[in-house]
């Protein structure tokens, strides 16, 4: 049975650029969370996904977009990255009505 | 607004010493509250959820109770070991609010 999983591991892009970043939930979970790990940081929460449809939002800018897919994998976009984007980003998956979230192991994205 | 806090931020212990993680949260409307560990760099493993309706729960040498009236959580672990060095997160769950809330969590180091 396989877990979350997340691409890339790492990344490395420019100020001003733009990244997508994906990840596949735990066989059989329906709604996909999306995280940001600055270093030294609990992981502060970004959106959530279910039924193809942004469910809630933390508080993150525009900038920060998402999308499900029918299969329920994941996209996060950040547009214009800025230098404080540098961050782990990781994706957390559960069902809907099971509020037990599963970690994937993340994305590194460092923006020079 | 839940908020999370771990103190102290880093604990260093002999190996073989039995320790005891806190965790507060100011929102005792809690769902639910999970103990993460985390490995430098790397995503974040669940060791133990607890349901609003529980006091405690168990997993080898590991063991988390939850006190909702004083907003309080605390993990034991016994008999530890190296392998245990790692960051651990604690996260709050609150219904309505599909989210977790994180602590920005305790480092720590067993020395051998």
């Known amino acids: 049975d396989a877990g979350v999983t997340q691409s890339p591991t790492h990344l490395i892009k420019t100020r001003g650029q733009q990244v997508t970043l994906r990840c596949s939930p735990k066989s059989g979970h329906d709604t996909v969370s999306w995280y940001q790990q600055a270093l030294g940081q609990g992981p502060q929460f970004i959106f959530q996904?279910?039924?193809?449809?942004?469910?809630q939002r933390g508080n993150f800018p525009d900038r920060f977009s998402g999308h499900q897919f029918p299969n329920y994998s994941s996209e996060l976009n950040v547009n214009a990255l800025l230098l404080g984007d540098s961050a782990l980003y990781l994706c957390?998956?559960?069902?809907?009505?099971?509020?037990?979230?599963?970690f994937g192991p993340g994305t590194r994205l460092t923006v020079t | 607004k839940q908020e999370v806090t771990q103190i102290p931020a880093a604990l260093s212990v002999p190996e073989g010493e039995n320790l005891v993680l806190n965790c507060s949260f100011t929102?005792?409307?809690?769902?639910?509250l999970q103990w993460f560990r985390q490995d430098p760099g790397k995503g974040l493993t669940s060791l133990l959820l607890i349901q609003s309706s529980q006091r405690e729960q168990t997993s080898g040498r590991l063991n988390a109770s939850l006190d909702k009236s004083s907003g309080r959580s605390t993990l034991y672990i016994a008999a530890s070991q190296p392998g245990d060095s790692a960051t651990y997160l604690c996260?709050?769950?609150?219904?309505?609010?599909?989210?977790?809330?994180f602590g920005t969590g305790t480092r720590l180091t067993i020395i051998p």
């Open positions: 996260a709050g769950f609150n219904f309505g609010n599909e989210k977790l809330t």
């Open positions: 996904y279910y039924e193809e449809e942004e469910r």
């Open positions: 957390a998956s559960s069902l809907v009505r099971d509020y037990e979230q599963y």
């Open positions: 929102d005792s409307a809690i769902y639910n």
